[in-house]
């Protein structure tokens, strides 16, 4: 069965670069999750995207930014990027009519150098 | 506001014994409950969740949890454990219907010896 895809799986910046990690639904999903992961933390909900309109939102610094796309899916854009925001960013989908079930991405780390 | 606690950083058992891991809850309206196992440098697999329905709901991989609404808690349990389980299990929760996103717990590390 198809998985959520996340891309790239690794991504090494510079502090103050700009950075994108793109998640791809499963097919069918319309909605989708972004968490992030801190070095020995539990996930924390950034944002969350449902039809292509932001839905909720989280702990976001305004550095970053994300949308949903036409084909759903989205873009997690992140700017000034700081050392902090080394972490491991997951990209759940799930469909609107049961959203209750988040079906979880392989995750994008990010270091921050 | 949500809020998921899981009071015990570790969990150590030996194989073959039963595990449990602990986790209440905090919602608001009914809650939606689930439990995610990590492993090493992996994404969140999902375990189980409750929606309604039976207390006790049966899993992925051997594991149950029971949900105990006068506790508010959430317990994941698997009655002979392995090795493999050594990993790192999250509770999550959603409130319904005022919630999308889960609110994770701060994890709880399993170690399972031969």
């Known amino acids: 069965a198809a998985g959520v895809i996340q891309s790239p799986r690794h991504l090494i910046k510079e502090k103050r670069e700009t950075a994108t990690l793109k998640c791809y639904p499963i097919p069918r999903h319309d909605t989708v999750y972004w968490y992030q992961q801190g070095p020995g933390q539990d996930p924390q909900f950034l944002i969350s995207f449902y039809e292509k309109m932001q839905s909720d939102k989280g702990s976001i610094p305004d550095r970053f930014s994300a949308q949903q796309f036409s084909d759903y899916h989205s873009e997690l854009n992140m700017s000034s990027l700081e050392l902090g925001d080394s972490a491991l960013y997951f990209c759940?989908?799930?469909?609107?009519?049961?959203?209750?079930?988040?079906?979880f991405g392989p995750g994008t780390r990010l270091t921050v150098t | 506001a949500q809020s998921v606690a899981q009071p015990e950083d570790q969990v150590n058992v030996a194989e073959g014994n039963p595990l449990t891991v602990k986790c209440t809850y905090s919602?608001?309206?009914?809650?939606?409950l689930f439990w995610y196992v990590q492993y090493p440098n992996r994404g969140l697999q999902f375990l189980l969740k409750y929606i309604t329905g039976d207390n006790l709901v049966k899993g992925s991989y051997g594991f149950e949890a029971e949900f105990n609404k006068s506790q508010t808690s959430f317990h994941l349990k698997k009655p002979s454990a392995l090795v493999s389980d050594s990993a790192l299990y999250f509770c999550a929760v959603r409130d319904i219907p005022n919630d999308y996103k889960l609110s994770f717990g701060a994890g709880t590390t399993v170690t399972v010896r031969a």
């Open positions: 919602v608001s309206g009914n809650p939606y």
């Open positions: 759940a989908s799930s469909p609107r009519d049961r959203s209750y079930e988040q079906y």
